[in-house]
């Protein structure tokens, strides 16, 4: 049978763990600080990237409470963002973010932040992000991250 070309064509999306679809990636720069034994707070510059090829912007603060110590020059994170259904309005990615962060930096280093919320959980971040950050820095902490729409 042949095909019709005023036929759509059927579009595979693979859902993650959560019964979400992917609709891009979120890359931030963080803002170099000291950490303190309870707790540092960082600039957060980001842009986030959808599968369609939109761009958006958002700023923020990461706020650690816990066991930070050390100073860290520069930084970045990278998350797959998932929602329910494909598509994605401006400024989606805007709310509050909450869980635990671990990181350890000699001059280079890394880290893992596993951070579940946004505005009303409709639209979330992969639960894990990894980080990559230059200084001389330990920590494991309570984290938070506000993010708001540029």
Same mark, same amino acid.
């Given at each position: 049978m042949a095909a019709n070309a005023a036929d759509p064509v059927a579009t595979y999306r693979e859902a993650d763990d959560y019964n979400g679809v992917k609709i891009g990636m979120l890359t931030c720069n963080v803002g170099g600080g000291v950490g303190y034994v309870l707790g540092s707070a960082k600039n957060l &510059?980001?842009?986030?990237?959808? @599968? @369609? $090829? /939109?761009? &958006? =912007?958002? @700023? $923020?603060? %990461? =706020? /650690? %409470?816990g066991v930070d110590l050390g100073f860290t020059t520069q930084g970045s994170l990278a998350w797959a963002v998932f929602a329910p259904t494909a598509g994605y309005h401006r400024g989606s990615l805007g709310g509050l973010y909450q869980g635990a @962060?671990?990181?350890a930096t000699v001059f280079a280093g890394i880290g893992t932040n596993i951070l579940i919320g946004g505005t009303s959980g409709s639209i979330q971040l992969q639960i894990i992000s990894v980080t990559g950050q230059l200084g001389l820095n330990v920590a494991a902490t309570g984290t938070s991250v506000t993010l708001t729409p540029s």
């Open positions: &510059d980001c842009v986030f990237n959808s @599968t @369609t $090829g /939109k761009q &958006d =912007r958002y @700023t $923020g603060v %990461i =706020r /650690k %409470i @962060t671990a990181e």
